[in-house]
């Protein structure tokens, strides 16, 4: 059975290069030894993909409280995940060339960096940033010119703010693919409010 998850058909050759793609990862806890489970990853077109990733031979790390939160057991990982390199070397093919966000960089860009290193991989092969940046440089360019300069920066936050799409109270899904569409989400509410 095949690790996709809701794949779109393959457009990697046909996707623009120079877009903006909304990442995200489940992993196996938050210890040092943790390591990816499963990644999804949205471009601004709305393009996506998800893998369920089955955990390479030395990675052993497994919390049970993590397995409450994203409702994927080890077990599914090895019976139907996609091997950790094949996922390593999709996301090399599909991803190269375009600007890679997350919500949580610092974990996002260790399990990215645990994925390619397993794969044989340089493990800068792909760079993340921060997604509340991209929403800063979206509402700012959609403000530039309609609000003063000095004021810029401030009225681009505020937007930013203004621009959450989850509910106060409701959790994120902690599902890879429903993670990285939820910050496409906020981009696209950001970019059409900065247009006003």
């Known amino acids: 059975m095949s690790g996709r998850i809701g794949a779109a058909p393959d457009r990697s050759l046909h996707v623009p290069l120079d877009m903006l793609v909304f990442l995200d990862f489940e992993a196996s806890s938050l210890s040092k030894q943790s390591y990816p489970i499963e990644v999804g990853w949205v471009f601004e077109d709305g393009t996506s993909e998800a893998h369920l990733i089955r955990p ?15 409702h994927i057991p080890r077990i599914e990982l090895e019976r139907e995940g996609t ?20 919500s949580a960089p610092s974990w996002d860009g260790k399990w990215l960096s645990t994925l390619l290193r397993a794969a044989g991989l340089p493990r800068h092969s792909l760079r993340l940033r921060d997604s509340d940046a991209a929403l800063r440089e979206t509402a700012r360019a959609g403000l530039r010119g309609r609000v003063a300069e000095d004021r810029l920066e401030e009225e681009a936050a505020n937007l930013v703010a203004l621009c959450e799409v989850r509910e106060a109270g409701v959790a994120p899904a902690h599902r890879a693919l429903a993670d990285a569409q939820e910050e496409r989400a906020r981009w696209l509410a950001v970019r059409a409010a900065a247009k006003g």
């Open 56 to 70: 390479a031979p030395d990675w052993t790390d497994w919390d049970p409280a993590a397995e409450a939160i994203h």
């Open 83 to 102: 091997p950790h390199d094949a996922v390593a070397q999709r996301m090399i093919e599909v991803l190269s060339g375009h600007d890679l966000l997350a």
